[in-house]
């Protein structure tokens, strides 16, 4: 089982819509989280990182599930400028690492 | 002002030559790191440094080797090209080596001919 696991999507989303995916982790000491969005041919930029209680930029919603060992990103009233590749990392203290997942995509399509 | 930056942006060059990366960030960052990323668009870890130490040292043959002269910086060089050495290769800095956001330079497309 990979150490971080994503839907590659792509997901195929309405203008306006609301779309939500998944990341799961394996290791269970996995203390840190975060979303990143990458565009074509660019780097990945940190959308937002994700807290114990779940928290809200905007339109985008993350969550953690520690029992159940995924978080995930919801995004509301999607535009077309969302489309992109989608990107969790987690973060484990022991082995100083943050992997990344393989990224979903998404397409915001008119 | 560019937090990370890196060059050069693209790089073409033929199997067997030695090439550098450089990389620098003005953030005041203690960990820096080199990530490859392939075709597959998959992100992997190559090394991390923290405090100019060497942190994480992935599966990644003995030809690649970093150079952190100081916090600021953080380069890579290649002996000895290969073929399958051609990826987007991305510097990134964060404040700690867990707990932080990554800071991406704007990536170094390496193309091996």
């Known amino acids: 089982r990979k150490e971080v696991e994503q839907d590659p999507g792509p997901f195929n989303v309405p203008e306006g819509a609301t779309v939500a995916f998944n990341c799961t982790y394996s290791n269970s000491a996995s203390q840190s989280f975060f979303w990143y969005r990458q565009d074509c041919r660019k780097e990945p930029k940190l959308l937002m990182s994700?807290?114990?209680s779940g928290n809200e930029d905007g339109r985008f919603t993350a969550q953690l599930n520690r029992a159940s060992q995924y978080i995930s990103l919801l995004i509301r009233d999607s535009k077309l400028s969302d489309s992109a590749t989608y990107l969790c990392?987690?973060?484990?203290?022991?082995?100083?690492?943050?992997?990344f997942g393989g990224g979903t995509r998404v397409l915001v399509k008119p | 002002d560019t937090a990370v930056s890196q060059t050069p942006k693209y790089l073409v060059t033929q199997m067997g030559n030695d090439k550098s990366i450089k990389c620098e960030q003005n953030?005041?960052?203690?960990?820096m790191y080199w990530y490859k990323q392939d075709s597959k668009k998959f992100l992997k870890i190559m090394f991390s440094?923290?405090?100019?130490?060497?942190?994480i040292n992935e599966t990644v043959p003995n030809r690649f080797s970093p150079k952190s002269p100081d916090k600021a910086h953080l380069n890579l060089h290649i002996n000895s090209l290969e073929l399958g050495d051609s990826a987007v290769y991305f510097c990134?800095?964060?404040?700690?080596?867990?707990?932080?956001?990554?800071?991406f330079g704007n990536g170094t497309r390496l193309t091996v001919t």
């Open positions: 990134a800095s964060s404040r700690d080596p867990t707990n932080s956001p990554l800071h």
């Open positions: 994700v807290y114990s």
């Open positions: 990392v987690v973060g484990v203290a022991a082995g100083n690492k943050l992997t």
């Open positions: 440094y923290n405090n100019k130490e060497l942190i």
């Open positions: 953030l005041g960052h203690d960990t």
